[in-house]
């Protein structure tokens, strides 16, 4: 799958500041194509995770009702510049994505 | 190759690039229940055993008084509280108001950022689970033009 994450981590003092904007549709399955006219299969990410080097900082789940095109930042403490952050997603019809960056 | 083989043959690929999903696991259970639930107190209850809440002043919730897009409406959610678990956030009127719920994990500031959409008007609700109790806060967002693209 293309790259569907794109994520900074930017490490100040002792907190890392994540951003990350993940490319997805987040269907709810309640919107109705608009040339066919045939309900969209619901079609959301239900899990986005964060890793610092091995370590998991952030576990969020996900309904239909966050937005398109997820954005979702945060902080955590501990975290080095030049460490490992690893994001990663799956959606309920069993796609997923994973992407790693050295944070700043 | 007869009509059998064939369909062996390709039902066998069909299972191995099946086998060969997901990539990613889930790092925790996903909360179906609690995300199925259609009304907000199905949600606490599904989440946290109880509908019953603390309202608190240490919960900050930043957001448009009017989302112009009730598609996409940005929600800042802070707490002070100290022992946050998670926090989660419930939209009255949504037909399933459980949006998120963040698990906040040792280390992790209790705070972040996001976007959700609000079918309608409604109050916001962010509760905030810590060692002691559920406590929330809640504001109301107007919304102009719904988000569920309905």
Same mark, same amino acid.
């Given at each position: ?25 987040? =269907?709810? *399955?309640?919107?109705? @194509? ?5 309900? $969209? ?35 955590? =403490?501990? *975290?080095?510049?030049? @460490? ?5 997603? $799956? ?14 | ?150």
């Amino acid at each position: 799958m293309a790259n569907s994450i794109k994520v900074k981590a930017e490490v100040s003092g002792n907190i890392a500041e994540v951003k990350s904007l993940m490319l997805h549709p987040m =269907e709810t *399955g309640t919107r109705k @194509d608009a040339d066919t006219g045939e309900l $969209v299969a619901a079609n959301h990410i239900t899990q986005l995770t964060f890793t610092n080097n091995e370590k998991l900082v952030m576990v969020a789940n996900f309904s239909t009702a966050v937005s398109r095109d997820p954005y979702f930042s945060f902080k955590f =403490e501990g *975290g080095k510049v030049g @460490d490992t952050l690893k994001v990663a997603w $799956v959606d309920n019809t069993g796609g997923s994505d994973e992407f790693e960056t050295a944070m700043e | 190759m007869n009509i059998g083989r064939r369909l062996f043959l390709r039902t066998g690929i069909a299972l191995t690039a099946l086998a060969a999903l997901p990539r990613v696991l889930l790092a925790a259970a996903w909360p179906e229940k609690a995300f199925a639930a259609p009304a907000a107190s199905g949600a606490l209850i599904d989440l946290f055993g109880s509908d019953q809440t603390v309202p608190s002043d240490k919960i900050s919730l930043k957001a448009p008084e009017i989302a112009e897009n009730g598609a996409v409406v940005p929600l800042k959610i802070k707490t002070t509280l100290e022992n946050v678990e998670s926090i989660s956030i419930i939209v009255e009127k949504n037909p399933r108001p459980l949006a998120a719920t963040i698990e906040i994990l040792p280390g992790t500031l209790p705070e972040f950022s996001s976007r959700i959409k609000m079918r309608e008007t409604s109050d916001v609700m962010i509760a905030v689970k810590t060692d002691t109790g559920v406590y929330t806060t809640a504001k109301e967002i107007k919304v102009t033009i719904g988000g569920c693209g309905g």
